[in-house]
């Protein structure tokens, strides 16, 4: 008898470090469960959801699932819905329930990292209007944060915007010296700056002295923005946080225990992402 599975849907899936945090947290807690990759091509969704219940406690998706596994589900959380995308399964009473837990890893890695960072006042500045965009939007609004999107493309900006409505507004990404002026926290949710793509270079002199920045890339590790942030003396957090956090909420539902982000597991996927990054 094996005990609890639960899996990592996507398709490709085999760069996916999520088998290894969440075996880290079996072994550390000692839980008879597995946790393994499903790669499933999206014509295979219909087999694999029709035997969920046999096989899984549920599990984590990824790209490209993460809006095309919505029709199979009994249920959507708030978090999913409101963000429009779901990363997190799980059953409740023989029902599949889809959740959005990367708004807990946005927010408990700025927790862990910049601590006291929703103190005060002033407003979050966010490049970017994509997926880890809206996760982020979710998260800082519910901590109270007022957010201006800057987007390459302004109408995907104003499309959120007008999607999460009061506290959120839309810019251009020639308004981003002046909104840097009162940031406390700027944020990259786009893909500049991750491995293979082109660096994100912005002039970060207007921010504040106690701003912080985040940059939710995590492949390199210390991408050029958080270079120049800590060149400028800010305060700075890396995205790997973001995959750790988001993390605990599925262990919980699976396997009944809420983890911890330790600084071993920390280690253990910087370790991995270096030895596996040119230049990390
Ligand atoms: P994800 O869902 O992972 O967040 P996405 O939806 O592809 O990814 O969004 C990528 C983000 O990076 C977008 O905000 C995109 O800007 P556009 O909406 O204008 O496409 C941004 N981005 C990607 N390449 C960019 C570039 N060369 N310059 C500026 N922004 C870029």
């Given at each position: 008898?094996?005990?609890?599975l639960a899996?990592?849907?996507?398709?490709?899936?085999?760069?996916?470090?999520?088998?290894?945090?969440?075996?880290?947290?079996?072994?550390?807690?000692?839980?008879?469960?597995?946790?393994?990759?499903?790669?499933?091509?999206?014509?295979?969704?219909?087999?694999?959801?029709?035997?969920?219940?046999?096989n899984?406690?549920?599990?984590?998706?990824?790209?490209?699932?993460?809006?095309?596994?919505?029709?199979?589900?009994?249920?959507?959380?708030?978090?999913?819905?409101?963000?429009?995308?779901?990363?997190?399964?799980?059953?409740?009473?023989?029902?599949?329930?889809?959740?959005?837990?990367?708004?807990?890893?946005?927010?408990?890695?700025?927790?862990?990292?910049?601590?006291?960072?929703?103190?005060?006042?002033?407003?979050?500045v966010?490049?970017?209007?994509?997926?880890?965009?809206?996760?982020?939007?979710?998260?800082?609004?519910?901590r109270?944060?007022?957010?201006?999107?800057?987007?390459?493309?302004?109408?995907?900006?104003?499309?959120?915007?007008?999607?999460?409505?009061?506290?959120?507004?839309?810019?251009?990404?020639?308004?981003?010296?002046?909104?840097?002026?009162?940031?406390?926290?700027?944020?990259?949710?786009?893909?500049?700056?991750?491995?293979?793509?082109?660096?994100?270079?912005?002039?970060?002199s207007?921010?504040?002295?106690?701003?912080?920045?985040?940059?939710?890339?995590?492949?390199?590790?210390?991408?050029?923005?958080?270079?120049?942030?800590?060149?400028?003396?800010?305060?700075?957090?890396?995205?790997?946080?973001?995959?750790?956090h988001?993390?605990?909420?599925?262990?919980?539902?699976?396997?009944?225990?809420?983890?911890?982000?330790?600084?071993?597991?920390?280690?253990?996927?910087?370790?991995?992402?270096?030895?596996?990054?040119?230049?990390a």
């Open positions: 008898m094996t005990g609890p899996f990592i849907l996507g398709h490709p899936v085999s760069h996916s470090r999520s088998p290894m945090l969440h075996g880290y947290w079996l072994k550390r807690y000692g839980i008879d469960g597995s946790y393994e990759r499903a790669d499933v091509a999206p014509a295979d969704l219909p087999t694999f959801f029709a035997g969920f219940r046999d899984w406690v549920g599990g984590n998706v990824t790209v490209p699932h993460k809006l095309a596994v919505m029709p199979y589900l009994d249920r959507i959380d708030d978090a999913a819905g409101r963000i429009g995308a779901v990363n997190t399964l799980w059953l409740e009473d023989g029902r599949v329930v889809g959740g959005n837990s990367d708004w807990i890893g946005f927010i408990g890695n700025l927790d862990e990292l910049a601590p006291g960072w929703d103190g005060g006042s002033g407003r979050a966010i490049l970017g209007a994509g997926g880890a965009t809206r996760a982020a939007v979710y998260g800082l609004l519910k109270g944060m007022e957010i201006a999107l800057c987007n390459r493309t302004v109408a995907k900006a104003q499309e959120l915007a007008d999607h999460f409505g009061k506290g959120v507004t839309a810019h251009s990404l020639d308004e981003l010296p002046g909104l840097m002026k009162s940031a406390r926290l700027l944020v990259n949710t786009t893909s500049l700056g991750m491995v293979g793509q082109p660096p994100l270079e912005i002039d970060l207007r921010l504040p002295a106690d701003a912080i920045v985040h940059d939710v890339v995590y492949v390199p590790l210390e991408t050029n923005l958080l270079k120049a942030a800590k060149a400028r003396g800010l305060r700075t957090v890396d995205g790997l946080g973001m995959l750790l988001q993390a605990g909420e599925g262990f919980r539902h699976w396997f009944g225990r809420t983890p911890e982000v330790t600084a071993e597991l920390r280690k253990l996927l910087a370790d991995d992402i270096r030895a596996k990054t040119p230049g």
